[in-house]
Each structure stands twice: as C-alpha cells, then as structure tokens.
Nanobody, 127 residues
Framework: QMQLVESGGGLVQAGGSLRLSCVAS????????MGWFRQAPGKEREFVAA????????????SYADSVKGRFTISRDNAKNTVSLQMNSLKPEDTAVYYC????????????????WGQGTEVTVSS
C-alpha cells in the first residue's frame, strides 16, 4: 500500500497563488507516476496534472489539463517522496477538493488508471 497525504489547500482570492504538496510513503516513490485531480461540488473528479515516473532518470514528462495550462506547475522530488502543484492566477472555477494520486503506469491522465489516492485538500477561490 502507498499512503498519500496532501496539504496546502485554503482560501485565496482570485488571482492569487497556492502550493499544494503531497507526501508519499509505503512504496518506492520513483516507480510511480503522480497526478493531481480535482472535484468540484456536484461534478466528477477531473484530471489536473501528471508527472511520469522517473526511476533511474532525471527526465520527467509532465502534462496538464487545458484549463490549467500556463497557470499550474507540477513538480516531484524523489528524494523527499513529494509531488507538488504550484497554482498561480487562480480563478473561482478552480475551487474544488484536490487529490493527489499514484499510478504504477509510466504515465496516465485517466482517473481509472491510478492505484492510490490521498484524502484531498480543499481549495476555495473567492471572486
């Protein structure tokens, strides 16, 4: 089992920034691709960003949902078993619970292909 614990959520005004972090334990972090998803009230959980697994390499493939491209940045630190999501220029429509997830696949942006999930951290963007 892999445990994932998110932190960094909160209330921010539109145009502001937040940095989410997710600490993993229980498995070899570098063997997993990592993703961020979000779920707004009344909506399905959706893909936000993902970073490929990187065992034995310093090269990562990162990708983003169109809605956050140019505003959000995913990064991972294998030495600290951590994946982060820097969120800039936040909009009210970014309001959601954000989840960190891990997949044994090299890379995925599909919710169903992730094996482990954190409990989520809430982000609220006020207008």
């Amino acid at each position: 089992q892999m445990q994932l614990v998110e932190s960094g959520g909160g209330l921010v005004q539109a145009g502001g920034s937040l940095r989410l972090s997710c600490v993993a334990s229980g498995r070899t972090f570098s063997m997993y691709s990592m993703g961020w998803f979000r779920q707004a009230p009344g909506k399905e959980r959706e893909f936000v960003a993902a970073s490929s697994r990187s065992a034995g390499s310093t090269y990562y493939t990162n990708s983003y949902a169109d809605s956050v491209k140019g505003r959000f940045t995913i990064s991972r630190d294998n030495a600290k078993n951590t994946v982060s999501l820097q969120m800039n220029s936040l909009k009210p429509e970014d309001t959601a619970v954000y989840y960190c997830a891990a997949s044994i696949r090299y890379y995925s942006d599909h919710r169903s292909e992730y094996d482990y999930w954190g409990q989520g951290t809430e982000v609220t963007v006020s207008s």
